[in-house]
């Protein structure tokens, strides 16, 4: 069984920064795809970023230039560096890891449950 930890959410004020993390725990040969999902209150969850198991990175619109994802494979960790924080950015922030291999069998998609984010002054 997979399951991921993530950390980092919390108040932070308008232009801060805050550092969310997202491990992955269990008998893990690979995961293809990692990334962050955010929902905010009455909307559905969006895309935040994703990363490849080789570093391709894919980014929402609403957070280029100002969020940057990045990887450790070997403790399939991922790491959301997030500068420049607006209050449109609060959200519950979901980790989420696609392709998870245990040996030569692929597992099903896994979601942490979620770490709030809070930008306001």
């Known amino acids: 069984q997979v399951q991921l930890v993530e950390s980092g959410g919390g108040l932070v004020q308008p232009g801060g920064s805050l550092r969310l993390s997202c491990g992955a725990s269990?008998?893990?040969?690979?995961?293809?795809?990692m990334g962050w999902y955010r929902q905010a209150p009455g909307k559905q969850r969006e895309l935040v970023a994703t990363i490849t198991s080789s570093g391709t990175t894919n980014y929402a619109d609403s957070v280029k230039g100002r969020f940057t994802l990045s990887r450790e494979n070997a403790k399939n960790t991922v790491f959301l560096q997030m500068n420049s924080l607006k209050p449109e950015d609060t959200a519950v922030y979901y980790c989420k890891a696609e392709g998870v291999w245990i040996g030569f069998s692929r597992k099903p998609d896994t979601w942490g449950e979620g770490t709030l984010v809070t930008v306001s002054s």
């Open positions: 269990g008998s893990i040969f690979r995961i293809d795809v």
